[in-house]
């Protein structure tokens, strides 16, 4: 069993920061790529940013500049810093993993609960 748990979200105002995390825990075996996704209601899931296990990040074009993504891999632990948030940044943010884990052949993708983001005054 392996599980994605975030925390971090909440209720900020326009132009302000927030930091979400997520940690991958279970019978984890190794941790390619992590990264963060967004949706709101009636839309696509979307891409925040992601980064692979060799450190190298990617992000979606609406976040580049604002939005940061670490990872502590020891830790299989994954951060996104939020700086100049917008109010059209409230959504659902998702944690994902590709993750080989004990007993599963293969890498599965994995999904956290979500974590409710909300940008307003």
């Known amino acids: 069993q392996v599980q994605l748990v975030e925390s971090g979200g909440g209720l900020v105002q326009p132009g302000g920061s927030l930091r979400l995390s997520c940690v991958a825990s279970?019978?984890?075996?190794?941790?390619?790529?992590m990264g963060w996704y967004r949706q709101d209601p009636g839309k696509q899931r979307e891409l925040v940013a992601r980064?692979?296990?060799?450190?190298?990040?990617n992000y979606g074009d609406s976040v580049k500049g604002r939005f940061t993504i670490s990872r502590d891999s020891a830790k299989n632990t994954v951060h996104l810093q939020m700086n100049s948030l917008k109010s059209e940044d409230t959504a659902v943010y998702y944690c994902h993993a590709v993750i080989s884990s004990a007993g599963t052949w293969g890498r599965v993708d994995y999904w956290g609960q979500g974590t409710q983001v909300t940008v307003s005054s």
């Open positions: 980064i692979t296990n060799f450190g190298s990040p």
């Open positions: 279970g019978s984890v075996v190794s941790v390619y790529d």
